[in-house]
């Protein structure tokens, strides 16, 4: 018996706990097993007599506990405040805050010697104390859990750095001299063996706990919003549906809408499940789902899809499908299938600390033990053990990341690029195929007026005068196309008596005395009229360049052609170049149909198309380029994008696009300017550069002081010395990165 699960892991504190769980679990016979640390899941397939229960088990004897999901439904309804993950948060922001307060004073006291009154460091320790103790707890219980299954983390070095520099001051202070009145905390940069029993480190360890708190806090908000790609696709679909029951319309939930309920979709609303059309006629925006910019006219007979728009008529829809057998649900299932798929980035400071804290735990107990061998008092010998684990305690790893992050975002932010988080920047080194959506990334998505074909007689301004005044009273999205394209061109409209609509054919209606007719080819034929070849030969090329062609006609014949076409936007040419300089492959993705793509990627330099392209078969595209080597940046703006902006290596979204894309994506760009994505690109390059150089040089300190703590040339003291000047360097680097410029002007 073949079973396959996911299950939400809690207690995970950096990579290298997802990494332990998942070689625990494929220990088990016939079990599989991928766990995800960024989504905080394990996707476990096993084969034989496995059950949940026992994988559940098993990831809690590691020291951690798992549990099955609930269901999509149950998670859109709760109240976000009643997550576990908030209550994390929140635990995190409290502790945050209370060492902010309760450091400062004492980083401040240790390091200015002129505020040093009698019996600082008596207040010192008052304010330190709940520092170490309840502020850091997390890492003291990560590592106490950690200890018992032999592993160490970034946790134990935190835990036993602040740990022993807390206890080596209590002891310096009441069985050493540093208690005694009038005690100063001068610096002295004096390379010497030294007792320590005069010194106190309170300052180290408040001020560690205080920057890895901050740090791991920022990381913990992002996760928060690791399910918002999928309730804001659930929240795409409609709440209520009005029914037809027993001839009359009763409004119901949409969770009790069955398979063969005929429902009413009234013009403006969304349809409510995927269905098939009963009766009435009308044109579907389907823009949000299928990436198609041109509304798909619907008659009776014709399928459509859950949470598309009626954009036209009154519709009367026999249900065929409903709840997570919809296209929306699966789409929504796409994206976090793709999701917890994605590839786990480890922070490049777990995976050196996974073999660098037991080789400092290591390097500190030897020291102790050769300088007791040594006949060295034991005062000494603590001394250099401390001065190593303090040497080493990670103050400038905690900073390393987060600032240079800070610094990235902040100037991200300032030119409309927002960053996920660090886990996406590694992507960005890597990346060499970009892949771009069409509608509303490359071109506006909005349907404009294109080209006007006057036939005989007849002059342009007459011709978008009355067409322009007919459109008007439509809803239709291409029919305000022209209206608006009309109004701009010729200025106000006139004046229309007894419009009509006729469905699936275009409108009618009286202009300055004349019948107007404005539509399609099966329109002018009810009326038996004439169309001139150079007009017909204007429509057959417009069409074959993928654009709308609308015939407008009047007194016996047609008039002219408009043109209607997603327009193209002026900066996507200049964007595709900066692609390629930054050794990028543009390629054009999209459900539009074939014409269309061609002719906007010769328009922009693209060479690579792939059009008609569904939701589904958009994820496939990626698998299949990322199959061939590639790795693949997408951008998009759309629902239907989203689930190929997970999948992909890096996913950017356009702002101006839906809330699903933008969640699912790793940038977001906020203008609709596709140059911003070359911007973004460099941008995380130079943050990740920044990153690495902080982590460099914070263990570069680390590594190059640890001989001379351990030789016992550099008191604790100096080692708290040097970690400050670390840290100072670390922050320096990372504003380096508010000199960032973008290559667009604004």
């Not at 576990?84 to 060492?99: F, M």
């Not at 007791?372 to 684990?389: D, E, K, M, N, S």
């Amino acid at each position: 018996m073949a079973l396959e699960l996911d299950l939400d892991i809690q207690g995970m504190t950096c990579a290298s706990c997802a990494m332990r769980i998942e070689k625990k679990l494929n220990r088990l016979d016939g079990v599989r097993a991928s766990v995800n640390y960024a989504t905080e899941k394990a996707h476990v397939m096993a084969t034989g007599d496995v059950t949940s229960e026992a994988i559940i088990r098993e990831v809690e004897k590691t020291g951690y506990s798992a549990n099955l999901p609930t269901p999509p439904s149950a998670d859109l309804v709760d109240d976000a405040s009643d997550t576990p993950l908030d209550h994390e948060l929140t635990s995190l922001r409290q502790r945050l805050i209370g060492s902010i307060v309760l450091s400062v004073p004492v980083i401040v006291l240790a390091m200015v010697p002129a505020f040093q009154f009698t019996y600082w460091q008596w207040a010192s320790l008052t304010l330190a104390a709940p520092v170490i103790v309840w502020a850091a707890w997390p890492f003291h219980q990560a590592t106490w859990v950690n200890l018992r299954h032999g592993a160490a983390t970034m946790d134990t070095l935190i835990s036993v750095g602040t740990g022993a520099a807390f206890l080596w001051s209590l002891y310096a202070l009441f069985l050493g001299t540093a208690g005694e009145p009038g005690m100063t905390h001068a610096f002295e940069f004096i390379i010497a063996p030294s007792d320590g029993a005069g010194n106190i480190y309170l300052e180290v360890a408040a001020g560690v706990t205080m920057f890895v708190l901050a740090g791991r806090y920022f990381e913990k908000r992002a996760k928060r919003t690791a399910g918002a790609a999928l309730r804001a696709l659930l929240e795409l679909g409609a709440k209520d549906v009005a029914v037809m029951r027993d001839g009359a319309s009763v409004r119901i939930p949409i969770a009790d809408l069955v398979v063969g309920d005929e429902f009413i979709v009234r013009p403006g609303e969304k349809v409510a499940t995927d269905g098939v059309v009963v009766e009435g006629a009308s044109a579907i925006d389907a823009s949000m789902l299928t990436g198609e910019s041109v509304p798909v006219e619907v008659a009776e007979g014709d399928t459509v899809v859950g949470a598309t728009i009626n954009a036209g008529g009154r519709l009367l829809v026999r249900a065929t499908r409903v709840g997570a057998d919809t296209q929306l649900a699966q789409m929504a299932a796409l994206v976090e299938n793709a999701q917890s798929g994605k590839a786990d980035v480890q922070r490049l400071a777990d995976r050196i600390s996974s073999v660098f804290v037991p080789i400092v735990i290591g390097i500190a107990l030897v020291t102790l033990a050769v300088w007791l061998l040594l006949g060295f008092p034991a005062q000494a010998a603590f001394t250099a053990a401390v001065a190593v684990l303090i040497i080493a305690c990670p103050c400038a790893l905690g900073l390393a990341t987060p600032t240079a992050l800070l610094v990235g975002t902040g100037r991200g932010a300032q030119l409309g690029i927002l960053i996920r988080g660090p886990e996406v920047l590694e992507s960005t080194r890597k990346v060499d195929t970009i892949v771009l959506d069409k509608t509303g990334t490359v071109t506006t998505g909005r349907m404009t007026l294109g080209g006007v074909h006057i036939g005989t007689g007849t002059t342009e301004t007459e011709l978008l005068r009355r067409a322009g005044a007919v459109e008007h009273y439509s809803e239709h999205p291409i029919a305000q196309a022209i209206a608006d394209g009309a109004a701009e061109k010729v200025g106000e409209l006139p004046a229309v008596e007894s419009f009509e609509n006729v469905p699936g054919k275009g409108v009618q209606g009286i202009v300055d005395g004349e019948l107007v007719l404005v539509g399609r080819d099966t329109l002018m034929a009810d009326w038996t009229l004439e169309i001139e070849p150079e007009l017909a030969a204007a429509k057959a090329a417009a069409e074959a360049a993928g654009q709308t062609a609308v015939l407008v006609a009047w007194d016996g014949r047609a008039r002219g052609v408009l043109t209607v076409a997603d327009a193209l936007k002026p900066t996507s040419a200049e964007a595709i170049a900066q692609f390629r300089t930054l050794g990028l492959t543009p390629v054009l993705l999209t459900g539009d149909n074939k014409a269309v793509a061609d002719e906007i990627a010769g328009q922009v330099g693209i060479t690579e198309v792939y059009a008609e392209v569904m939701p589904q078969e958009k994820v496939a595209v990626i698998e299949r380029l990322q199959s061939a080597g590639k790795v693949v940046a997408m951008v998009g703006d759309g629902v239907n994008d989203a689930a190929a902006l997970a999948t992909a290596d890096l996913g950017l979204a356009m702002g101006t696009g839906t809330d699903v894309a933008i969640e699912a994506a790793d940038l977001t760009l906020v203008r609709g300017d596709l140059r911003a994505a070359a911007d973004a690109i460099r941008l995380s390059r130079r943050t990740l550069r920044t990153i690495k150089g902080n982590l460099f040089w914070a263990f570069a300190y680390n590594v190059a002081a640890i001989p001379l703590a351990a030789l016992g040339l550099l008191n604790p003291m100096l080692a708290g010395a040097a970690m400050a000047f670390s840290s100072v360097f670390v922050v320096g680097n990372s504003l380096r990165l508010r000199r960032f410029r973008s290559l667009n002007p604004r």
